[in-house]
């Protein structure tokens, strides 16, 4: 494979930058719309070749939409390209693939239990009976022959969350989750979790927080992730007898 040239990875990034300063500089929101291509070239002095390839590169990370036909807009600035990323790497790197998880399910408790208190106190009723139904579903499915069990297990925990107001924390969390799921079961020797037992974790969390028991609900949430990590370990140790 040919390489590119220094100067021209330098301009391209140059352009790339030129186009995050200006959405930055006019306080642009996701939807607004950018500056027509020959703009944008006069705007940043750059070839038109340079400014598609950046809007291209933008594009990938979400920072840009491109709709053919109508123009380049600021896009929804979501996580898509921190999923694959990390989801490529847990599949990529067989050595890795038990830390990746690890780590993600660290990230995952971190940001429930760190936020406990203010998750307990700012459930609503109408989400509790939401987080309840959700249950519900997981208990009426079966996790193994379809993705109603999954959807519930995702829906779970994006409300679980969602009462705190604060975005990020909402995409990361999710981002997280949809790496796990995806890089999970294709982990040697990594086994699905008891339904019977991630059911009752997860309507042991909803009773401790319709309860407004604090330490109830961290400790709900430390049974829930308690199996997941015994899987990981037990896959860890496959690994090292393999090796």
Request: charged share 25%.
């Given at each position: 494979?040919?390489?590119?040239?220094p100067g021209?990875?330098l301009?391209?990034?140059?352009?790339?930058?030129?186009?995050?300063?200006?959405?930055?500089?006019?306080k642009?929101?996701?939807g607004?719309?950018?500056?027509?291509?020959?703009?944008?070239c006069e705007?940043?002095?750059?070839?038109?070749?340079?400014?598609r390839?950046?809007?291209?590169?933008l594009?990938?990370?979400?920072?840009?939409?491109?709709?053919?036909?109508?123009?380049?807009y600021?896009?929804?600035l979501?996580?898509?390209a921190?999923?694959?990323?990390?989801?490529?790497?847990?599949l990529?790197s067989?050595?890795?693939?038990?830390?990746?998880l690890?780590?993600?399910?660290?990230?995952?408790?971190?940001?429930?239990?760190?936020?406990?208190?203010?998750?307990?106190?700012?459930?609503?009723?109408?989400?509790?009976?939401?987080?309840?139904?959700?249950?519900?579903?997981?208990?009426?499915?079966?996790?193994?022959?379809?993705?109603?069990?999954?959807?519930?297990d995702?829906?779970?925990?994006?409300l679980l969350?969602a009462?705190?107001?604060n975005?990020?924390i909402g995409?990361?969390?999710?981002?997280?989750?949809?790496?796990?799921?995806?890089?999970?079961p294709h982990?040697?020797?990594f086994?699905h979790?008891?339904?019977?037992?991630?059911?009752?974790?997860?309507?042991?969390?909803?009773?401790?927080a319709?309860?407004?028991?604090?330490p109830?609900?961290?400790?709900?949430?430390?049974?829930?992730?308690?199996?997941?990590?015994?899987?990981?370990?037990?896959?860890?140790?496959?690994?090292?007898?393999q090796?």
């Open positions: 494979m040919s390489g590119t040239r021209r990875q301009l391209r990034q140059e352009v790339v930058d030129g186009i995050k300063r200006y959405i930055l500089e006019e642009l929101r996701p607004d719309s950018l500056p027509t291509e020959p703009a944008l705007a940043l002095g750059a070839s038109r070749s340079s400014v390839e950046a809007v291209k590169i594009n990938a990370l979400d920072i840009v939409e491109v709709r053919h036909g109508h123009g380049t600021v896009g929804r979501s996580l898509s921190l999923v694959e990323s990390l989801t490529f790497r847990g990529l067989p050595d890795d693939d038990v830390q990746v690890a780590d993600l399910v660290d990230v995952r408790e971190l940001f429930e239990r760190g936020m406990a208190d203010r998750i307990v106190s700012l459930l609503a009723p109408e989400q509790l009976d939401a987080l309840d139904g959700l249950v519900a579903t997981m208990r009426e499915t079966d996790a193994r022959d379809g993705t109603g069990f999954v959807e519930a995702r829906a779970f925990h994006a969350v009462p705190l107001g975005n990020l995409q990361l969390s999710m981002a997280f989750w949809d790496v796990y799921a995806i890089v999970a982990l040697n020797g086994t979790a008891d339904e019977t037992a991630t059911v009752a974790a997860h309507q042991n969390i909803v009773d401790a319709r309860a407004g028991d604090i109830a609900f961290i400790t709900s949430l430390s049974e829930h992730y308690a199996p997941v990590r015994c899987r990981i370990s037990e896959a860890r140790a496959r690994e090292d007898h090796s």
